[in-house]
């Protein structure tokens, strides 16, 4: 009987971690706006605006690598104070970016400080988040990764709008500050969750891996190859669907950039249903999905004659499987290594969304042209599809070692 309030009083504190986690999401996610200013960026600094765009490759890696450092803080300072570390970093990246006046001081500013910021808040706020819903997983990360798109969308009309009305260097202070606030409000609602039980369940125990002992297993590495290709593609094709559009499908400037519109609401809806479906059926199989949708996407980009519809139709499927799988990760790790090593767990798999983000431009700077990182990508798809299709969940040696007494 008395164990009633303590109840109330948890689910209270989880609520509340989400609602947190959901703002900060949103404001975290903001970062993806970046394409609006490398045109002004550009003029300013008088530099071609490739050279620009590269300080946004910098930011996926800064975020890539904070991402994996940041269950270290949360250990040490816990949850809530390295949100709000994350925050105020973040409107310091933003204020050096709009007195920037040259490449390298844009690249260590928006780059390395905003991409450090935005890492170290992402994935540690949604890992705690997550492991407050053990029995929710896939829906709790649809809705804090919805956020953090959801977020790049909003911050799309916000950015928009002040640019609009103040200069670029006002707009970056001000965006900075506002993504400060935010990320600052959402901390104060979250705590830090508590430790799984390995006792209650004992298909659970089996599998509380830390990352030490993760890294020794095939399965930790088939996981990150899947991750790697997923986001090669994902990142790729978003990157340059515009360009695709013009290029090779002969599209008008005006048509092309509907692709835009599209990846996000096909990326947002990836996270959505597939996020939902993981709680339903084997998270595993949900990437095979996934990887299937993207096979289908990357086939039409590379073996049709596009026109309008076909282009809008591949683009659309590699979003849509670029969002579900990023939704679905952060729980399928847990499912394999256990959810108290989590982020740390997961922070090193996460690592291939910077690598992703940078191999794709690269190999299509070396070897010009689509079609050659179309056909790596379709290659690295179909053995990610089969690794999937492959992967057993791993057991730890000990059991195996005390069937082989009992037996």
Same mark, same amino acid.
């Given at each position: 009987?008395?164990?009633?309030?303590?109840?109330?009083?948890?689910?209270?504190?989880?609520?509340?971690?989400?609602?947190?986690?959901?703002?900060?999401?949103?404001?975290?996610?903001?970062?993806?706006?970046?394409?609006?200013?490398?045109?002004?960026?550009?003029?300013?600094?008088?530099?071609?605006?490739?050279?620009?765009?590269?300080?946004?490759?910098?930011?996926?890696?800064?975020?890539?690598?904070?991402?994996?450092?940041?269950?270290?803080?949360?250990?040490?300072?816990?949850?809530?104070?390295?949100?709000?570390?994350?925050?105020?970093?973040?409107?310091?990246?933003?204020?050096?970016?709009?007195?920037?006046?040259?490449?390298?001081?844009?690249?260590?500013?928006?780059?390395?400080?905003?991409?450090?910021?935005?890492?170290?808040?992402?994935?540690?706020?949604?890992?705690?988040?997550?492991?407050?819903?053990?029995?929710?997983?896939?829906?709790?990360?649809?809705?804090?990764?919805?956020?953090?798109? %959801?977020?790049?969308?909003?911050?799309?009309?916000?950015? &928009?709008? !002040? +640019?609009?009305?103040?200069?670029? /260097?006002? =707009? #970056?202070?001000?965006?900075?500050?506002?993504?400060?606030?935010?990320?600052?409000?959402?901390?104060?609602?979250?705590?830090?969750?508590?430790?799984?039980?390995?006792?209650?369940?004992?298909?659970?125990?089996?599998?509380?891996?830390?990352?030490?002992?993760?890294?020794?297993?095939?399965?930790?590495?088939?996981?990150?190859?899947?991750?790697?290709?997923?986001?090669?593609?994902?990142?790729?094709?978003?990157?340059?669907?515009?360009?695709?559009?013009?290029?090779?499908?002969?599209?008008?400037?005006?048509?092309?950039?509907?692709?835009?519109?599209?990846?996000?609401?096909?990326?947002?809806?990836?996270?959505?249903?597939?996020?939902?479906?993981?709680?339903?059926?084997?998270?595993?199989?949900?990437?095979? %999905?996934?990887?299937?949708?993207?096979?289908?996407?990357? &086939?039409? !980009? +590379?073996?049709?004659?596009?026109? /309008?519809? =076909? #282009?809008?139709?591949?683009?659309?499927?590699?979003?849509?499987?670029?969002?579900?799988?990023?939704?679905?990760?952060?729980?399928?790790?847990?499912?394999?290594?256990?959810?108290?090593?989590?982020?740390?767990?997961?922070?090193?798999?996460?690592?291939?969304?910077?690598?992703?983000?940078?191999?794709?431009?690269?190999?299509?700077?070396?070897?010009?042209?689509?079609?050659?990182?179309?056909?790596?990508?379709?290659?690295?798809?179909?053995?990610?599809?089969?690794?999937?299709?492959?992967?057993?969940?791993?057991?730890?040696?000990?059991?195996?070692?005390?069937?082989?007494?009992?037996?």
């Amino acid at each position: 009987m008395s164990t009633h309030p303590v109840s109330t009083s948890v689910n209270r504190t989880r609520w509340l971690t989400l609602f947190g986690t959901i703002i900060t999401q949103f404001a975290l996610g903001s970062v993806y706006t970046w394409s609006l200013f490398n045109g002004q960026l550009s003029h300013k600094l008088e530099a071609p605006v490739s050279q620009v765009a590269f300080s946004f490759g910098l930011l996926s890696l800064g975020l890539a690598i904070a991402s994996s450092l940041a269950g270290k803080l949360q250990e040490r300072f816990g949850v809530r104070n390295v949100t709000i570390g994350a925050g105020l970093l973040m409107a310091v990246g933003f204020y050096m970016t709009a007195h920037a006046n040259n490449l390298f001081m844009l690249y260590l500013s928006a780059g390395v400080l905003v991409g450090l910021a935005d890492g170290a808040g992402y994935l540690m706020t949604l890992s705690n988040c997550v492991k407050w819903f053990p029995e929710r997983k896939g829906l709790i990360s649809a809705c804090a990764i919805g956020a953090y798109g %959801l977020g790049s969308l909003g911050f799309k009309f916000i950015c &928009g709008f !002040l +640019l609009s009305v103040y200069s670029l /260097e006002s =707009t #970056f202070m001000i965006w900075g500050a506002l993504a400060m606030v935010m990320i600052m409000i959402g901390a104060l609602f979250m705590q830090d969750a508590p430790k799984q039980k390995s006792s209650a369940q004992g298909s659970n125990s089996a599998r509380d891996f830390s990352l030490a002992e993760a890294i020794r297993l095939p399965q930790y590495w088939m996981l990150a190859l899947m991750f790697l290709t997923a986001c090669m593609s994902g990142l790729y094709v978003i990157g340059v669907a515009k360009d695709i559009g013009e290029g090779m499908v002969h599209l008008s400037t005006q048509t092309a950039a509907n692709a835009v519109t599209i990846i996000a609401v096909a990326n947002l809806s990836g996270r959505l249903i597939l996020g939902v479906m993981s709680d339903k059926m084997a998270r595993i199989r949900v990437i095979t %999905l996934a990887q299937m949708v993207s096979l289908v996407g990357m &086939g039409i !980009l +590379l073996f049709t004659q596009m026109n /309008e519809t =076909t #282009f809008f139709l591949s683009i659309a499927c590699v979003a849509f499987s670029f969002g579900g799988t990023i939704t679905v990760y952060p729980s399928l790790v847990s499912d394999f290594f256990g959810l108290n090593n989590l982020t740390r767990n997961y922070g090193l798999i996460y690592l291939g969304f910077g690598i992703g983000s940078v191999l794709g431009s690269l190999i299509a700077s070396l070897f010009g042209g689509f079609t050659v990182t179309f056909s790596l990508i379709m290659a690295l798809l179909v053995i990610s599809l089969i690794m999937s299709a492959t992967i057993r969940l791993p057991h730890r040696q000990e059991e195996d070692e005390k069937a082989l007494q009992h037996a």
